[in-house]
């Protein structure tokens, strides 16, 4: 079943490109004061850097700096469609009023909402993955990230992996506060692999789950089910 999920982008590099694609695109968004009724239209103009330091330029809206000067925080909210029509969204805060714009901090993360098959969650620091590609021979690697159907993963080394390779008995192992979750799985497939590019030096593998039982199903729902309302509860924070 297809429904929304919330995917958080926190790379620096990956913010920026993706509020350069907003600026090139000259997107009309919305900018609102947090948990209240006030927003307004507005666009991003450039992002401006000054001092060692970056600021996003944004479309100067009258009455907007009485109105937040009521608010410690003088934090707004902003929302764009990217290009692929996914609504973008992200906290920032105003750091000076200028005569034509208005300067506010580069957002720490942006939150995606999409529609995917399954909800996909980031994975914890120290999640791991372990499983076999022989019968003997027992692999491991880091987890990215995690959905009921399927596991993206990195290693050390190039496994020589491939679209349509079996990976045997895997287990995941999750941290949750002072314990670790185990989650056995009997069977996944390679679909995709990425080989080390730019800033990251590890291969990224991404696979699908085959015959879990219903007991392992459930708990794995949960536990995501549990990692997405956090996700949610943050972002509506």
Known sequence: MRDQFVEITSDGESILKTLQAIIDNRVVGKLQIPDTKYSWITTILDIKRTGGSSFLSIERIDGLESLLSKFPKQEVSLEFMDKGGVPCRFRTRVVEYRFNDIWSELPK???????????????PPG??????????????GEMKNLCEGGVAFFTEKDLN????DLLNDVTLNIPEGDERLL?????AVIRRMSKPSGHERRTLYG?????????????????????????IRKLKG
Do not use: N, W
């Not at 590609?133 to 692999?139: K, L, V």
């Open 109 to 123: 993360e942006i939150y995606r909402i999409q529609k995917r098959q399954f909800f996909r969650i980031d994975t």
């Open 127 to 140: 999640a791991k993955i372990t499983f076999r590609m022989g019968p003997a021979q027992q692999e491991k």
């Open 161 to 164: 992996l491939h679209a349509g």
């Open 183 to 187: 989650f056995y799985i009997p069977q």
């Open 207 to 231: 696979s699908e789950f085959l015959g879990m039982s219903k007991e392992i199903k459930e708990k794995l729902m949960a536990y995501i089910s549990q990692q997405q309302m956090i996700v």
